[in-house]
Nanobody
Framework: EVQLVESGGGLVQAGGSLRLSCAASGFTFDDYAIGWFRQAPGKEREGVSYISSRDGSTYYADSVKGRFTISSDNAKNTVYLQMNSLKPEDTAVYYC?????????????????WGQGTQVTVSS
């Protein structure tokens, strides 16, 4: 059974940090790119970051560049999203997803598998 399980969300004050984890199982982790998306109430899902399984390259949305860092621990089949200098506008449900292409993309329709999401709330 394919599973992506996010954890690490919570409530934090502006300027604080959180580290999200995405634990994968049930598929060949090394073949898939992993992306992080977020969705705030009343807004469309937004691509935040992804990491390629082919060459380790990473992407960040302009809104998080310089504050978020994505990394992968292939031995643990886990991808992390370190979020620093959090802002109230980062408040959203964060999802991780797996892209079989391996390169990664900001387009959510390219991703086959999705986690259930973890809530991040940043208070001002």
């Amino acid at each position: 059974e394919v599973q992506l399980v996010e954890s690490g969300g919570g409530l934090v004050q502006a300027g604080g940090s959180l580290r999200l984890s995405c634990a994968a199982s049930g598929f060949t982790f090394d073949d898939y790119a992993i992306g992080w998306f977020r969705q705030a109430p009343g807004k469309e899902r937004e691509g935040v970051s992804y990491i390629s399984s082919r060459d380790g390259s990473t992407y960040y949305a302009d809104s998080v560049k310089g504050r978020f860092t994505i990394s992968s621990d292939n031995a643990k089949n886990t991808v992390y999203l370190q979020m620093n200098s959090l802002k109230p506008e980062d408040t959203a449900v964060y999802y991780c997803a797996a892209d079989p292409d391996g390169w990664g993309t900001i387009h959510s329709y390219e991703y086959d598998y999705w986690g259930q999401g973890t809530q991040v709330t940043v208070s001002s």
